[in-house]
């Protein structure tokens, strides 16, 4: 398995996101194209400018608590509330939200800051997951078959926190063109006994396998290829679904 | 990047995973291996022969909230004993537990069932982690060192469950020749900001980026090699130090 890492310019709002990763990259049928929300969502103009919010009470005791300023605590306030959310708990720089935005089939997001992020945006500025990330990996897909003939599968990214563990991984949150998940149950093992239990996340594994190359500093990659994965390309698109929390291993935990 | 996949015949109780590694792949200077726990913990003798376990009430209550046999999950309570760690949840088939082995420097391990699987080794026994993961790797690469010539990176990898996601995906549990946290703090951004939370789960990316080659069914493919990646080696060898609770994002949650 090959992956490739796909430096851009600086993407900016009104850039058309499949265009710059035509012109970046010698994208082929078969790829899998794995891009980050932030750059997707730079480009769709989603950025938040935080000089128009008016910070409430919550979002400054929000600050108190864990830094930012009120108006990010603000809009990460908001963005929870788009996304039918709650915040779960903070620690120093980040609040803990549960989100589930529309068009989620099953369970819901874990996620830092409602996925919001000072970084990698204009001063005065917070971005965050494009509005519909799921229309925006769908445009991607059909915009790249259109434009090269390629059909590539879509996979759009954020990072993800884990508990008890240092340091940031990829998530993937919407997939185009192929099973986020691997269901293993009911095969058999090296030594004949059915599987009962196991399932790969396997948009999770290769937007991680992805965030490898990729860039969370001034590296200006906010996208990657997968090649030669082996993988079989199938219809799904959508969110990736999550976990029920009465149905979760940290159920009454998390 | 590339992750090549090594596939190995069956791993048995007494087989010298260096060899097997060496005799099944073409490693070279500046590779990274990364092996999962269960190949290593088997050739190690490791493996837990259930049948010799006489389960404790406590055992049995588990089997009645969560299933399995009340042996395995004595061998659960064991493990978990074993490695100063708290059972701290469960759903259908496992057990949420927190653990601290020996040797790790800070925090704390969450996993599903102190590590033990019942798939992948033979019938009545379970298997685990190595004894020792750091000292097993540092066998591992000191053996590759001597009989290649070859200075490679290991990483021992396990599977790791996260809140709200189905599907498994990987972690590292011990790393010898890299670091396994790539600190971005104080780096700046796209825009010249400067970064104050960033980090990158290192190990645990290359662990995931190697775990979708490798299987949990019956494909054989306990190791992977990162290749291609750019990456500096370094002198860290031990667990992957963890958050300790009570700085954690996720804490009185986790």
Do not use: Y
């Not at 790829?31 to 730079?42: F, H, R």
């Amino acid at each position: 398995m090959q992956v490739l890492p796909i430096p851009t310019p600086l993407i900016r709002r009104g850039d058309v996101i499949a265009d710059v990763l035509i012109a970046c990259s010698n994208l082929r049928s078969g790829d899998i194209v794995v891009v980050s929300s932030k750059a997707v969502a730079t480009a769709e103009g989603a950025t938040i400018d935080l000089t128009k919010i008016t910070p409430s009470k919550e979002a400054i005791a929000w600050t108190e608590r864990c830094g930012r300023s009120p108006e990010f605590r603000q809009a990460i306030l908001d963005e929870t509330a788009r996304m039918h959310g709650r915040v779960l708990g903070s620690c120093p720089l980040a609040m803990l939200t549960e989100l589930r935005p529309d068009g989620l089939s099953e369970g819901s997001l874990l996620v830092a800051n409602a996925g919001l992020d000072l970084s990698n945006t204009t001063e005065g500025t917070a971005i965050g997951w494009p509005h519909d990330p799921v229309q925006s990996i769908a445009s991607i897909r059909r915009h790249i078959k259109e434009k090269t003939g390629a059909d590539v599968a879509v996979i759009i990214t954020d990072s993800q926190c884990r508990p008890r563990r240092w340091g940031v991984v990829a998530c993937a949150l919407a997939v185009s063109g192929l099973d986020p998940l691997e269901d293993l149950r009911g095969r058999e093992d090296l030594f004949g006994h059915t599987l009962s239990m196991t399932q790969e996340a396997r948009a999770d594994q290769l937007a991680t396998a992805a965030n490898t190359v990729m860039g969370n500093a001034s590296e200006s990659i906010p996208a990657a290829i997968i090649r030669d994965h082996g993988l079989s390309f199938g219809d799904f698109e959508g969110w990736v679904p999550g976990v029920e929390p009465e149905e979760d291993l940290f159920r009454g935990i998390v």
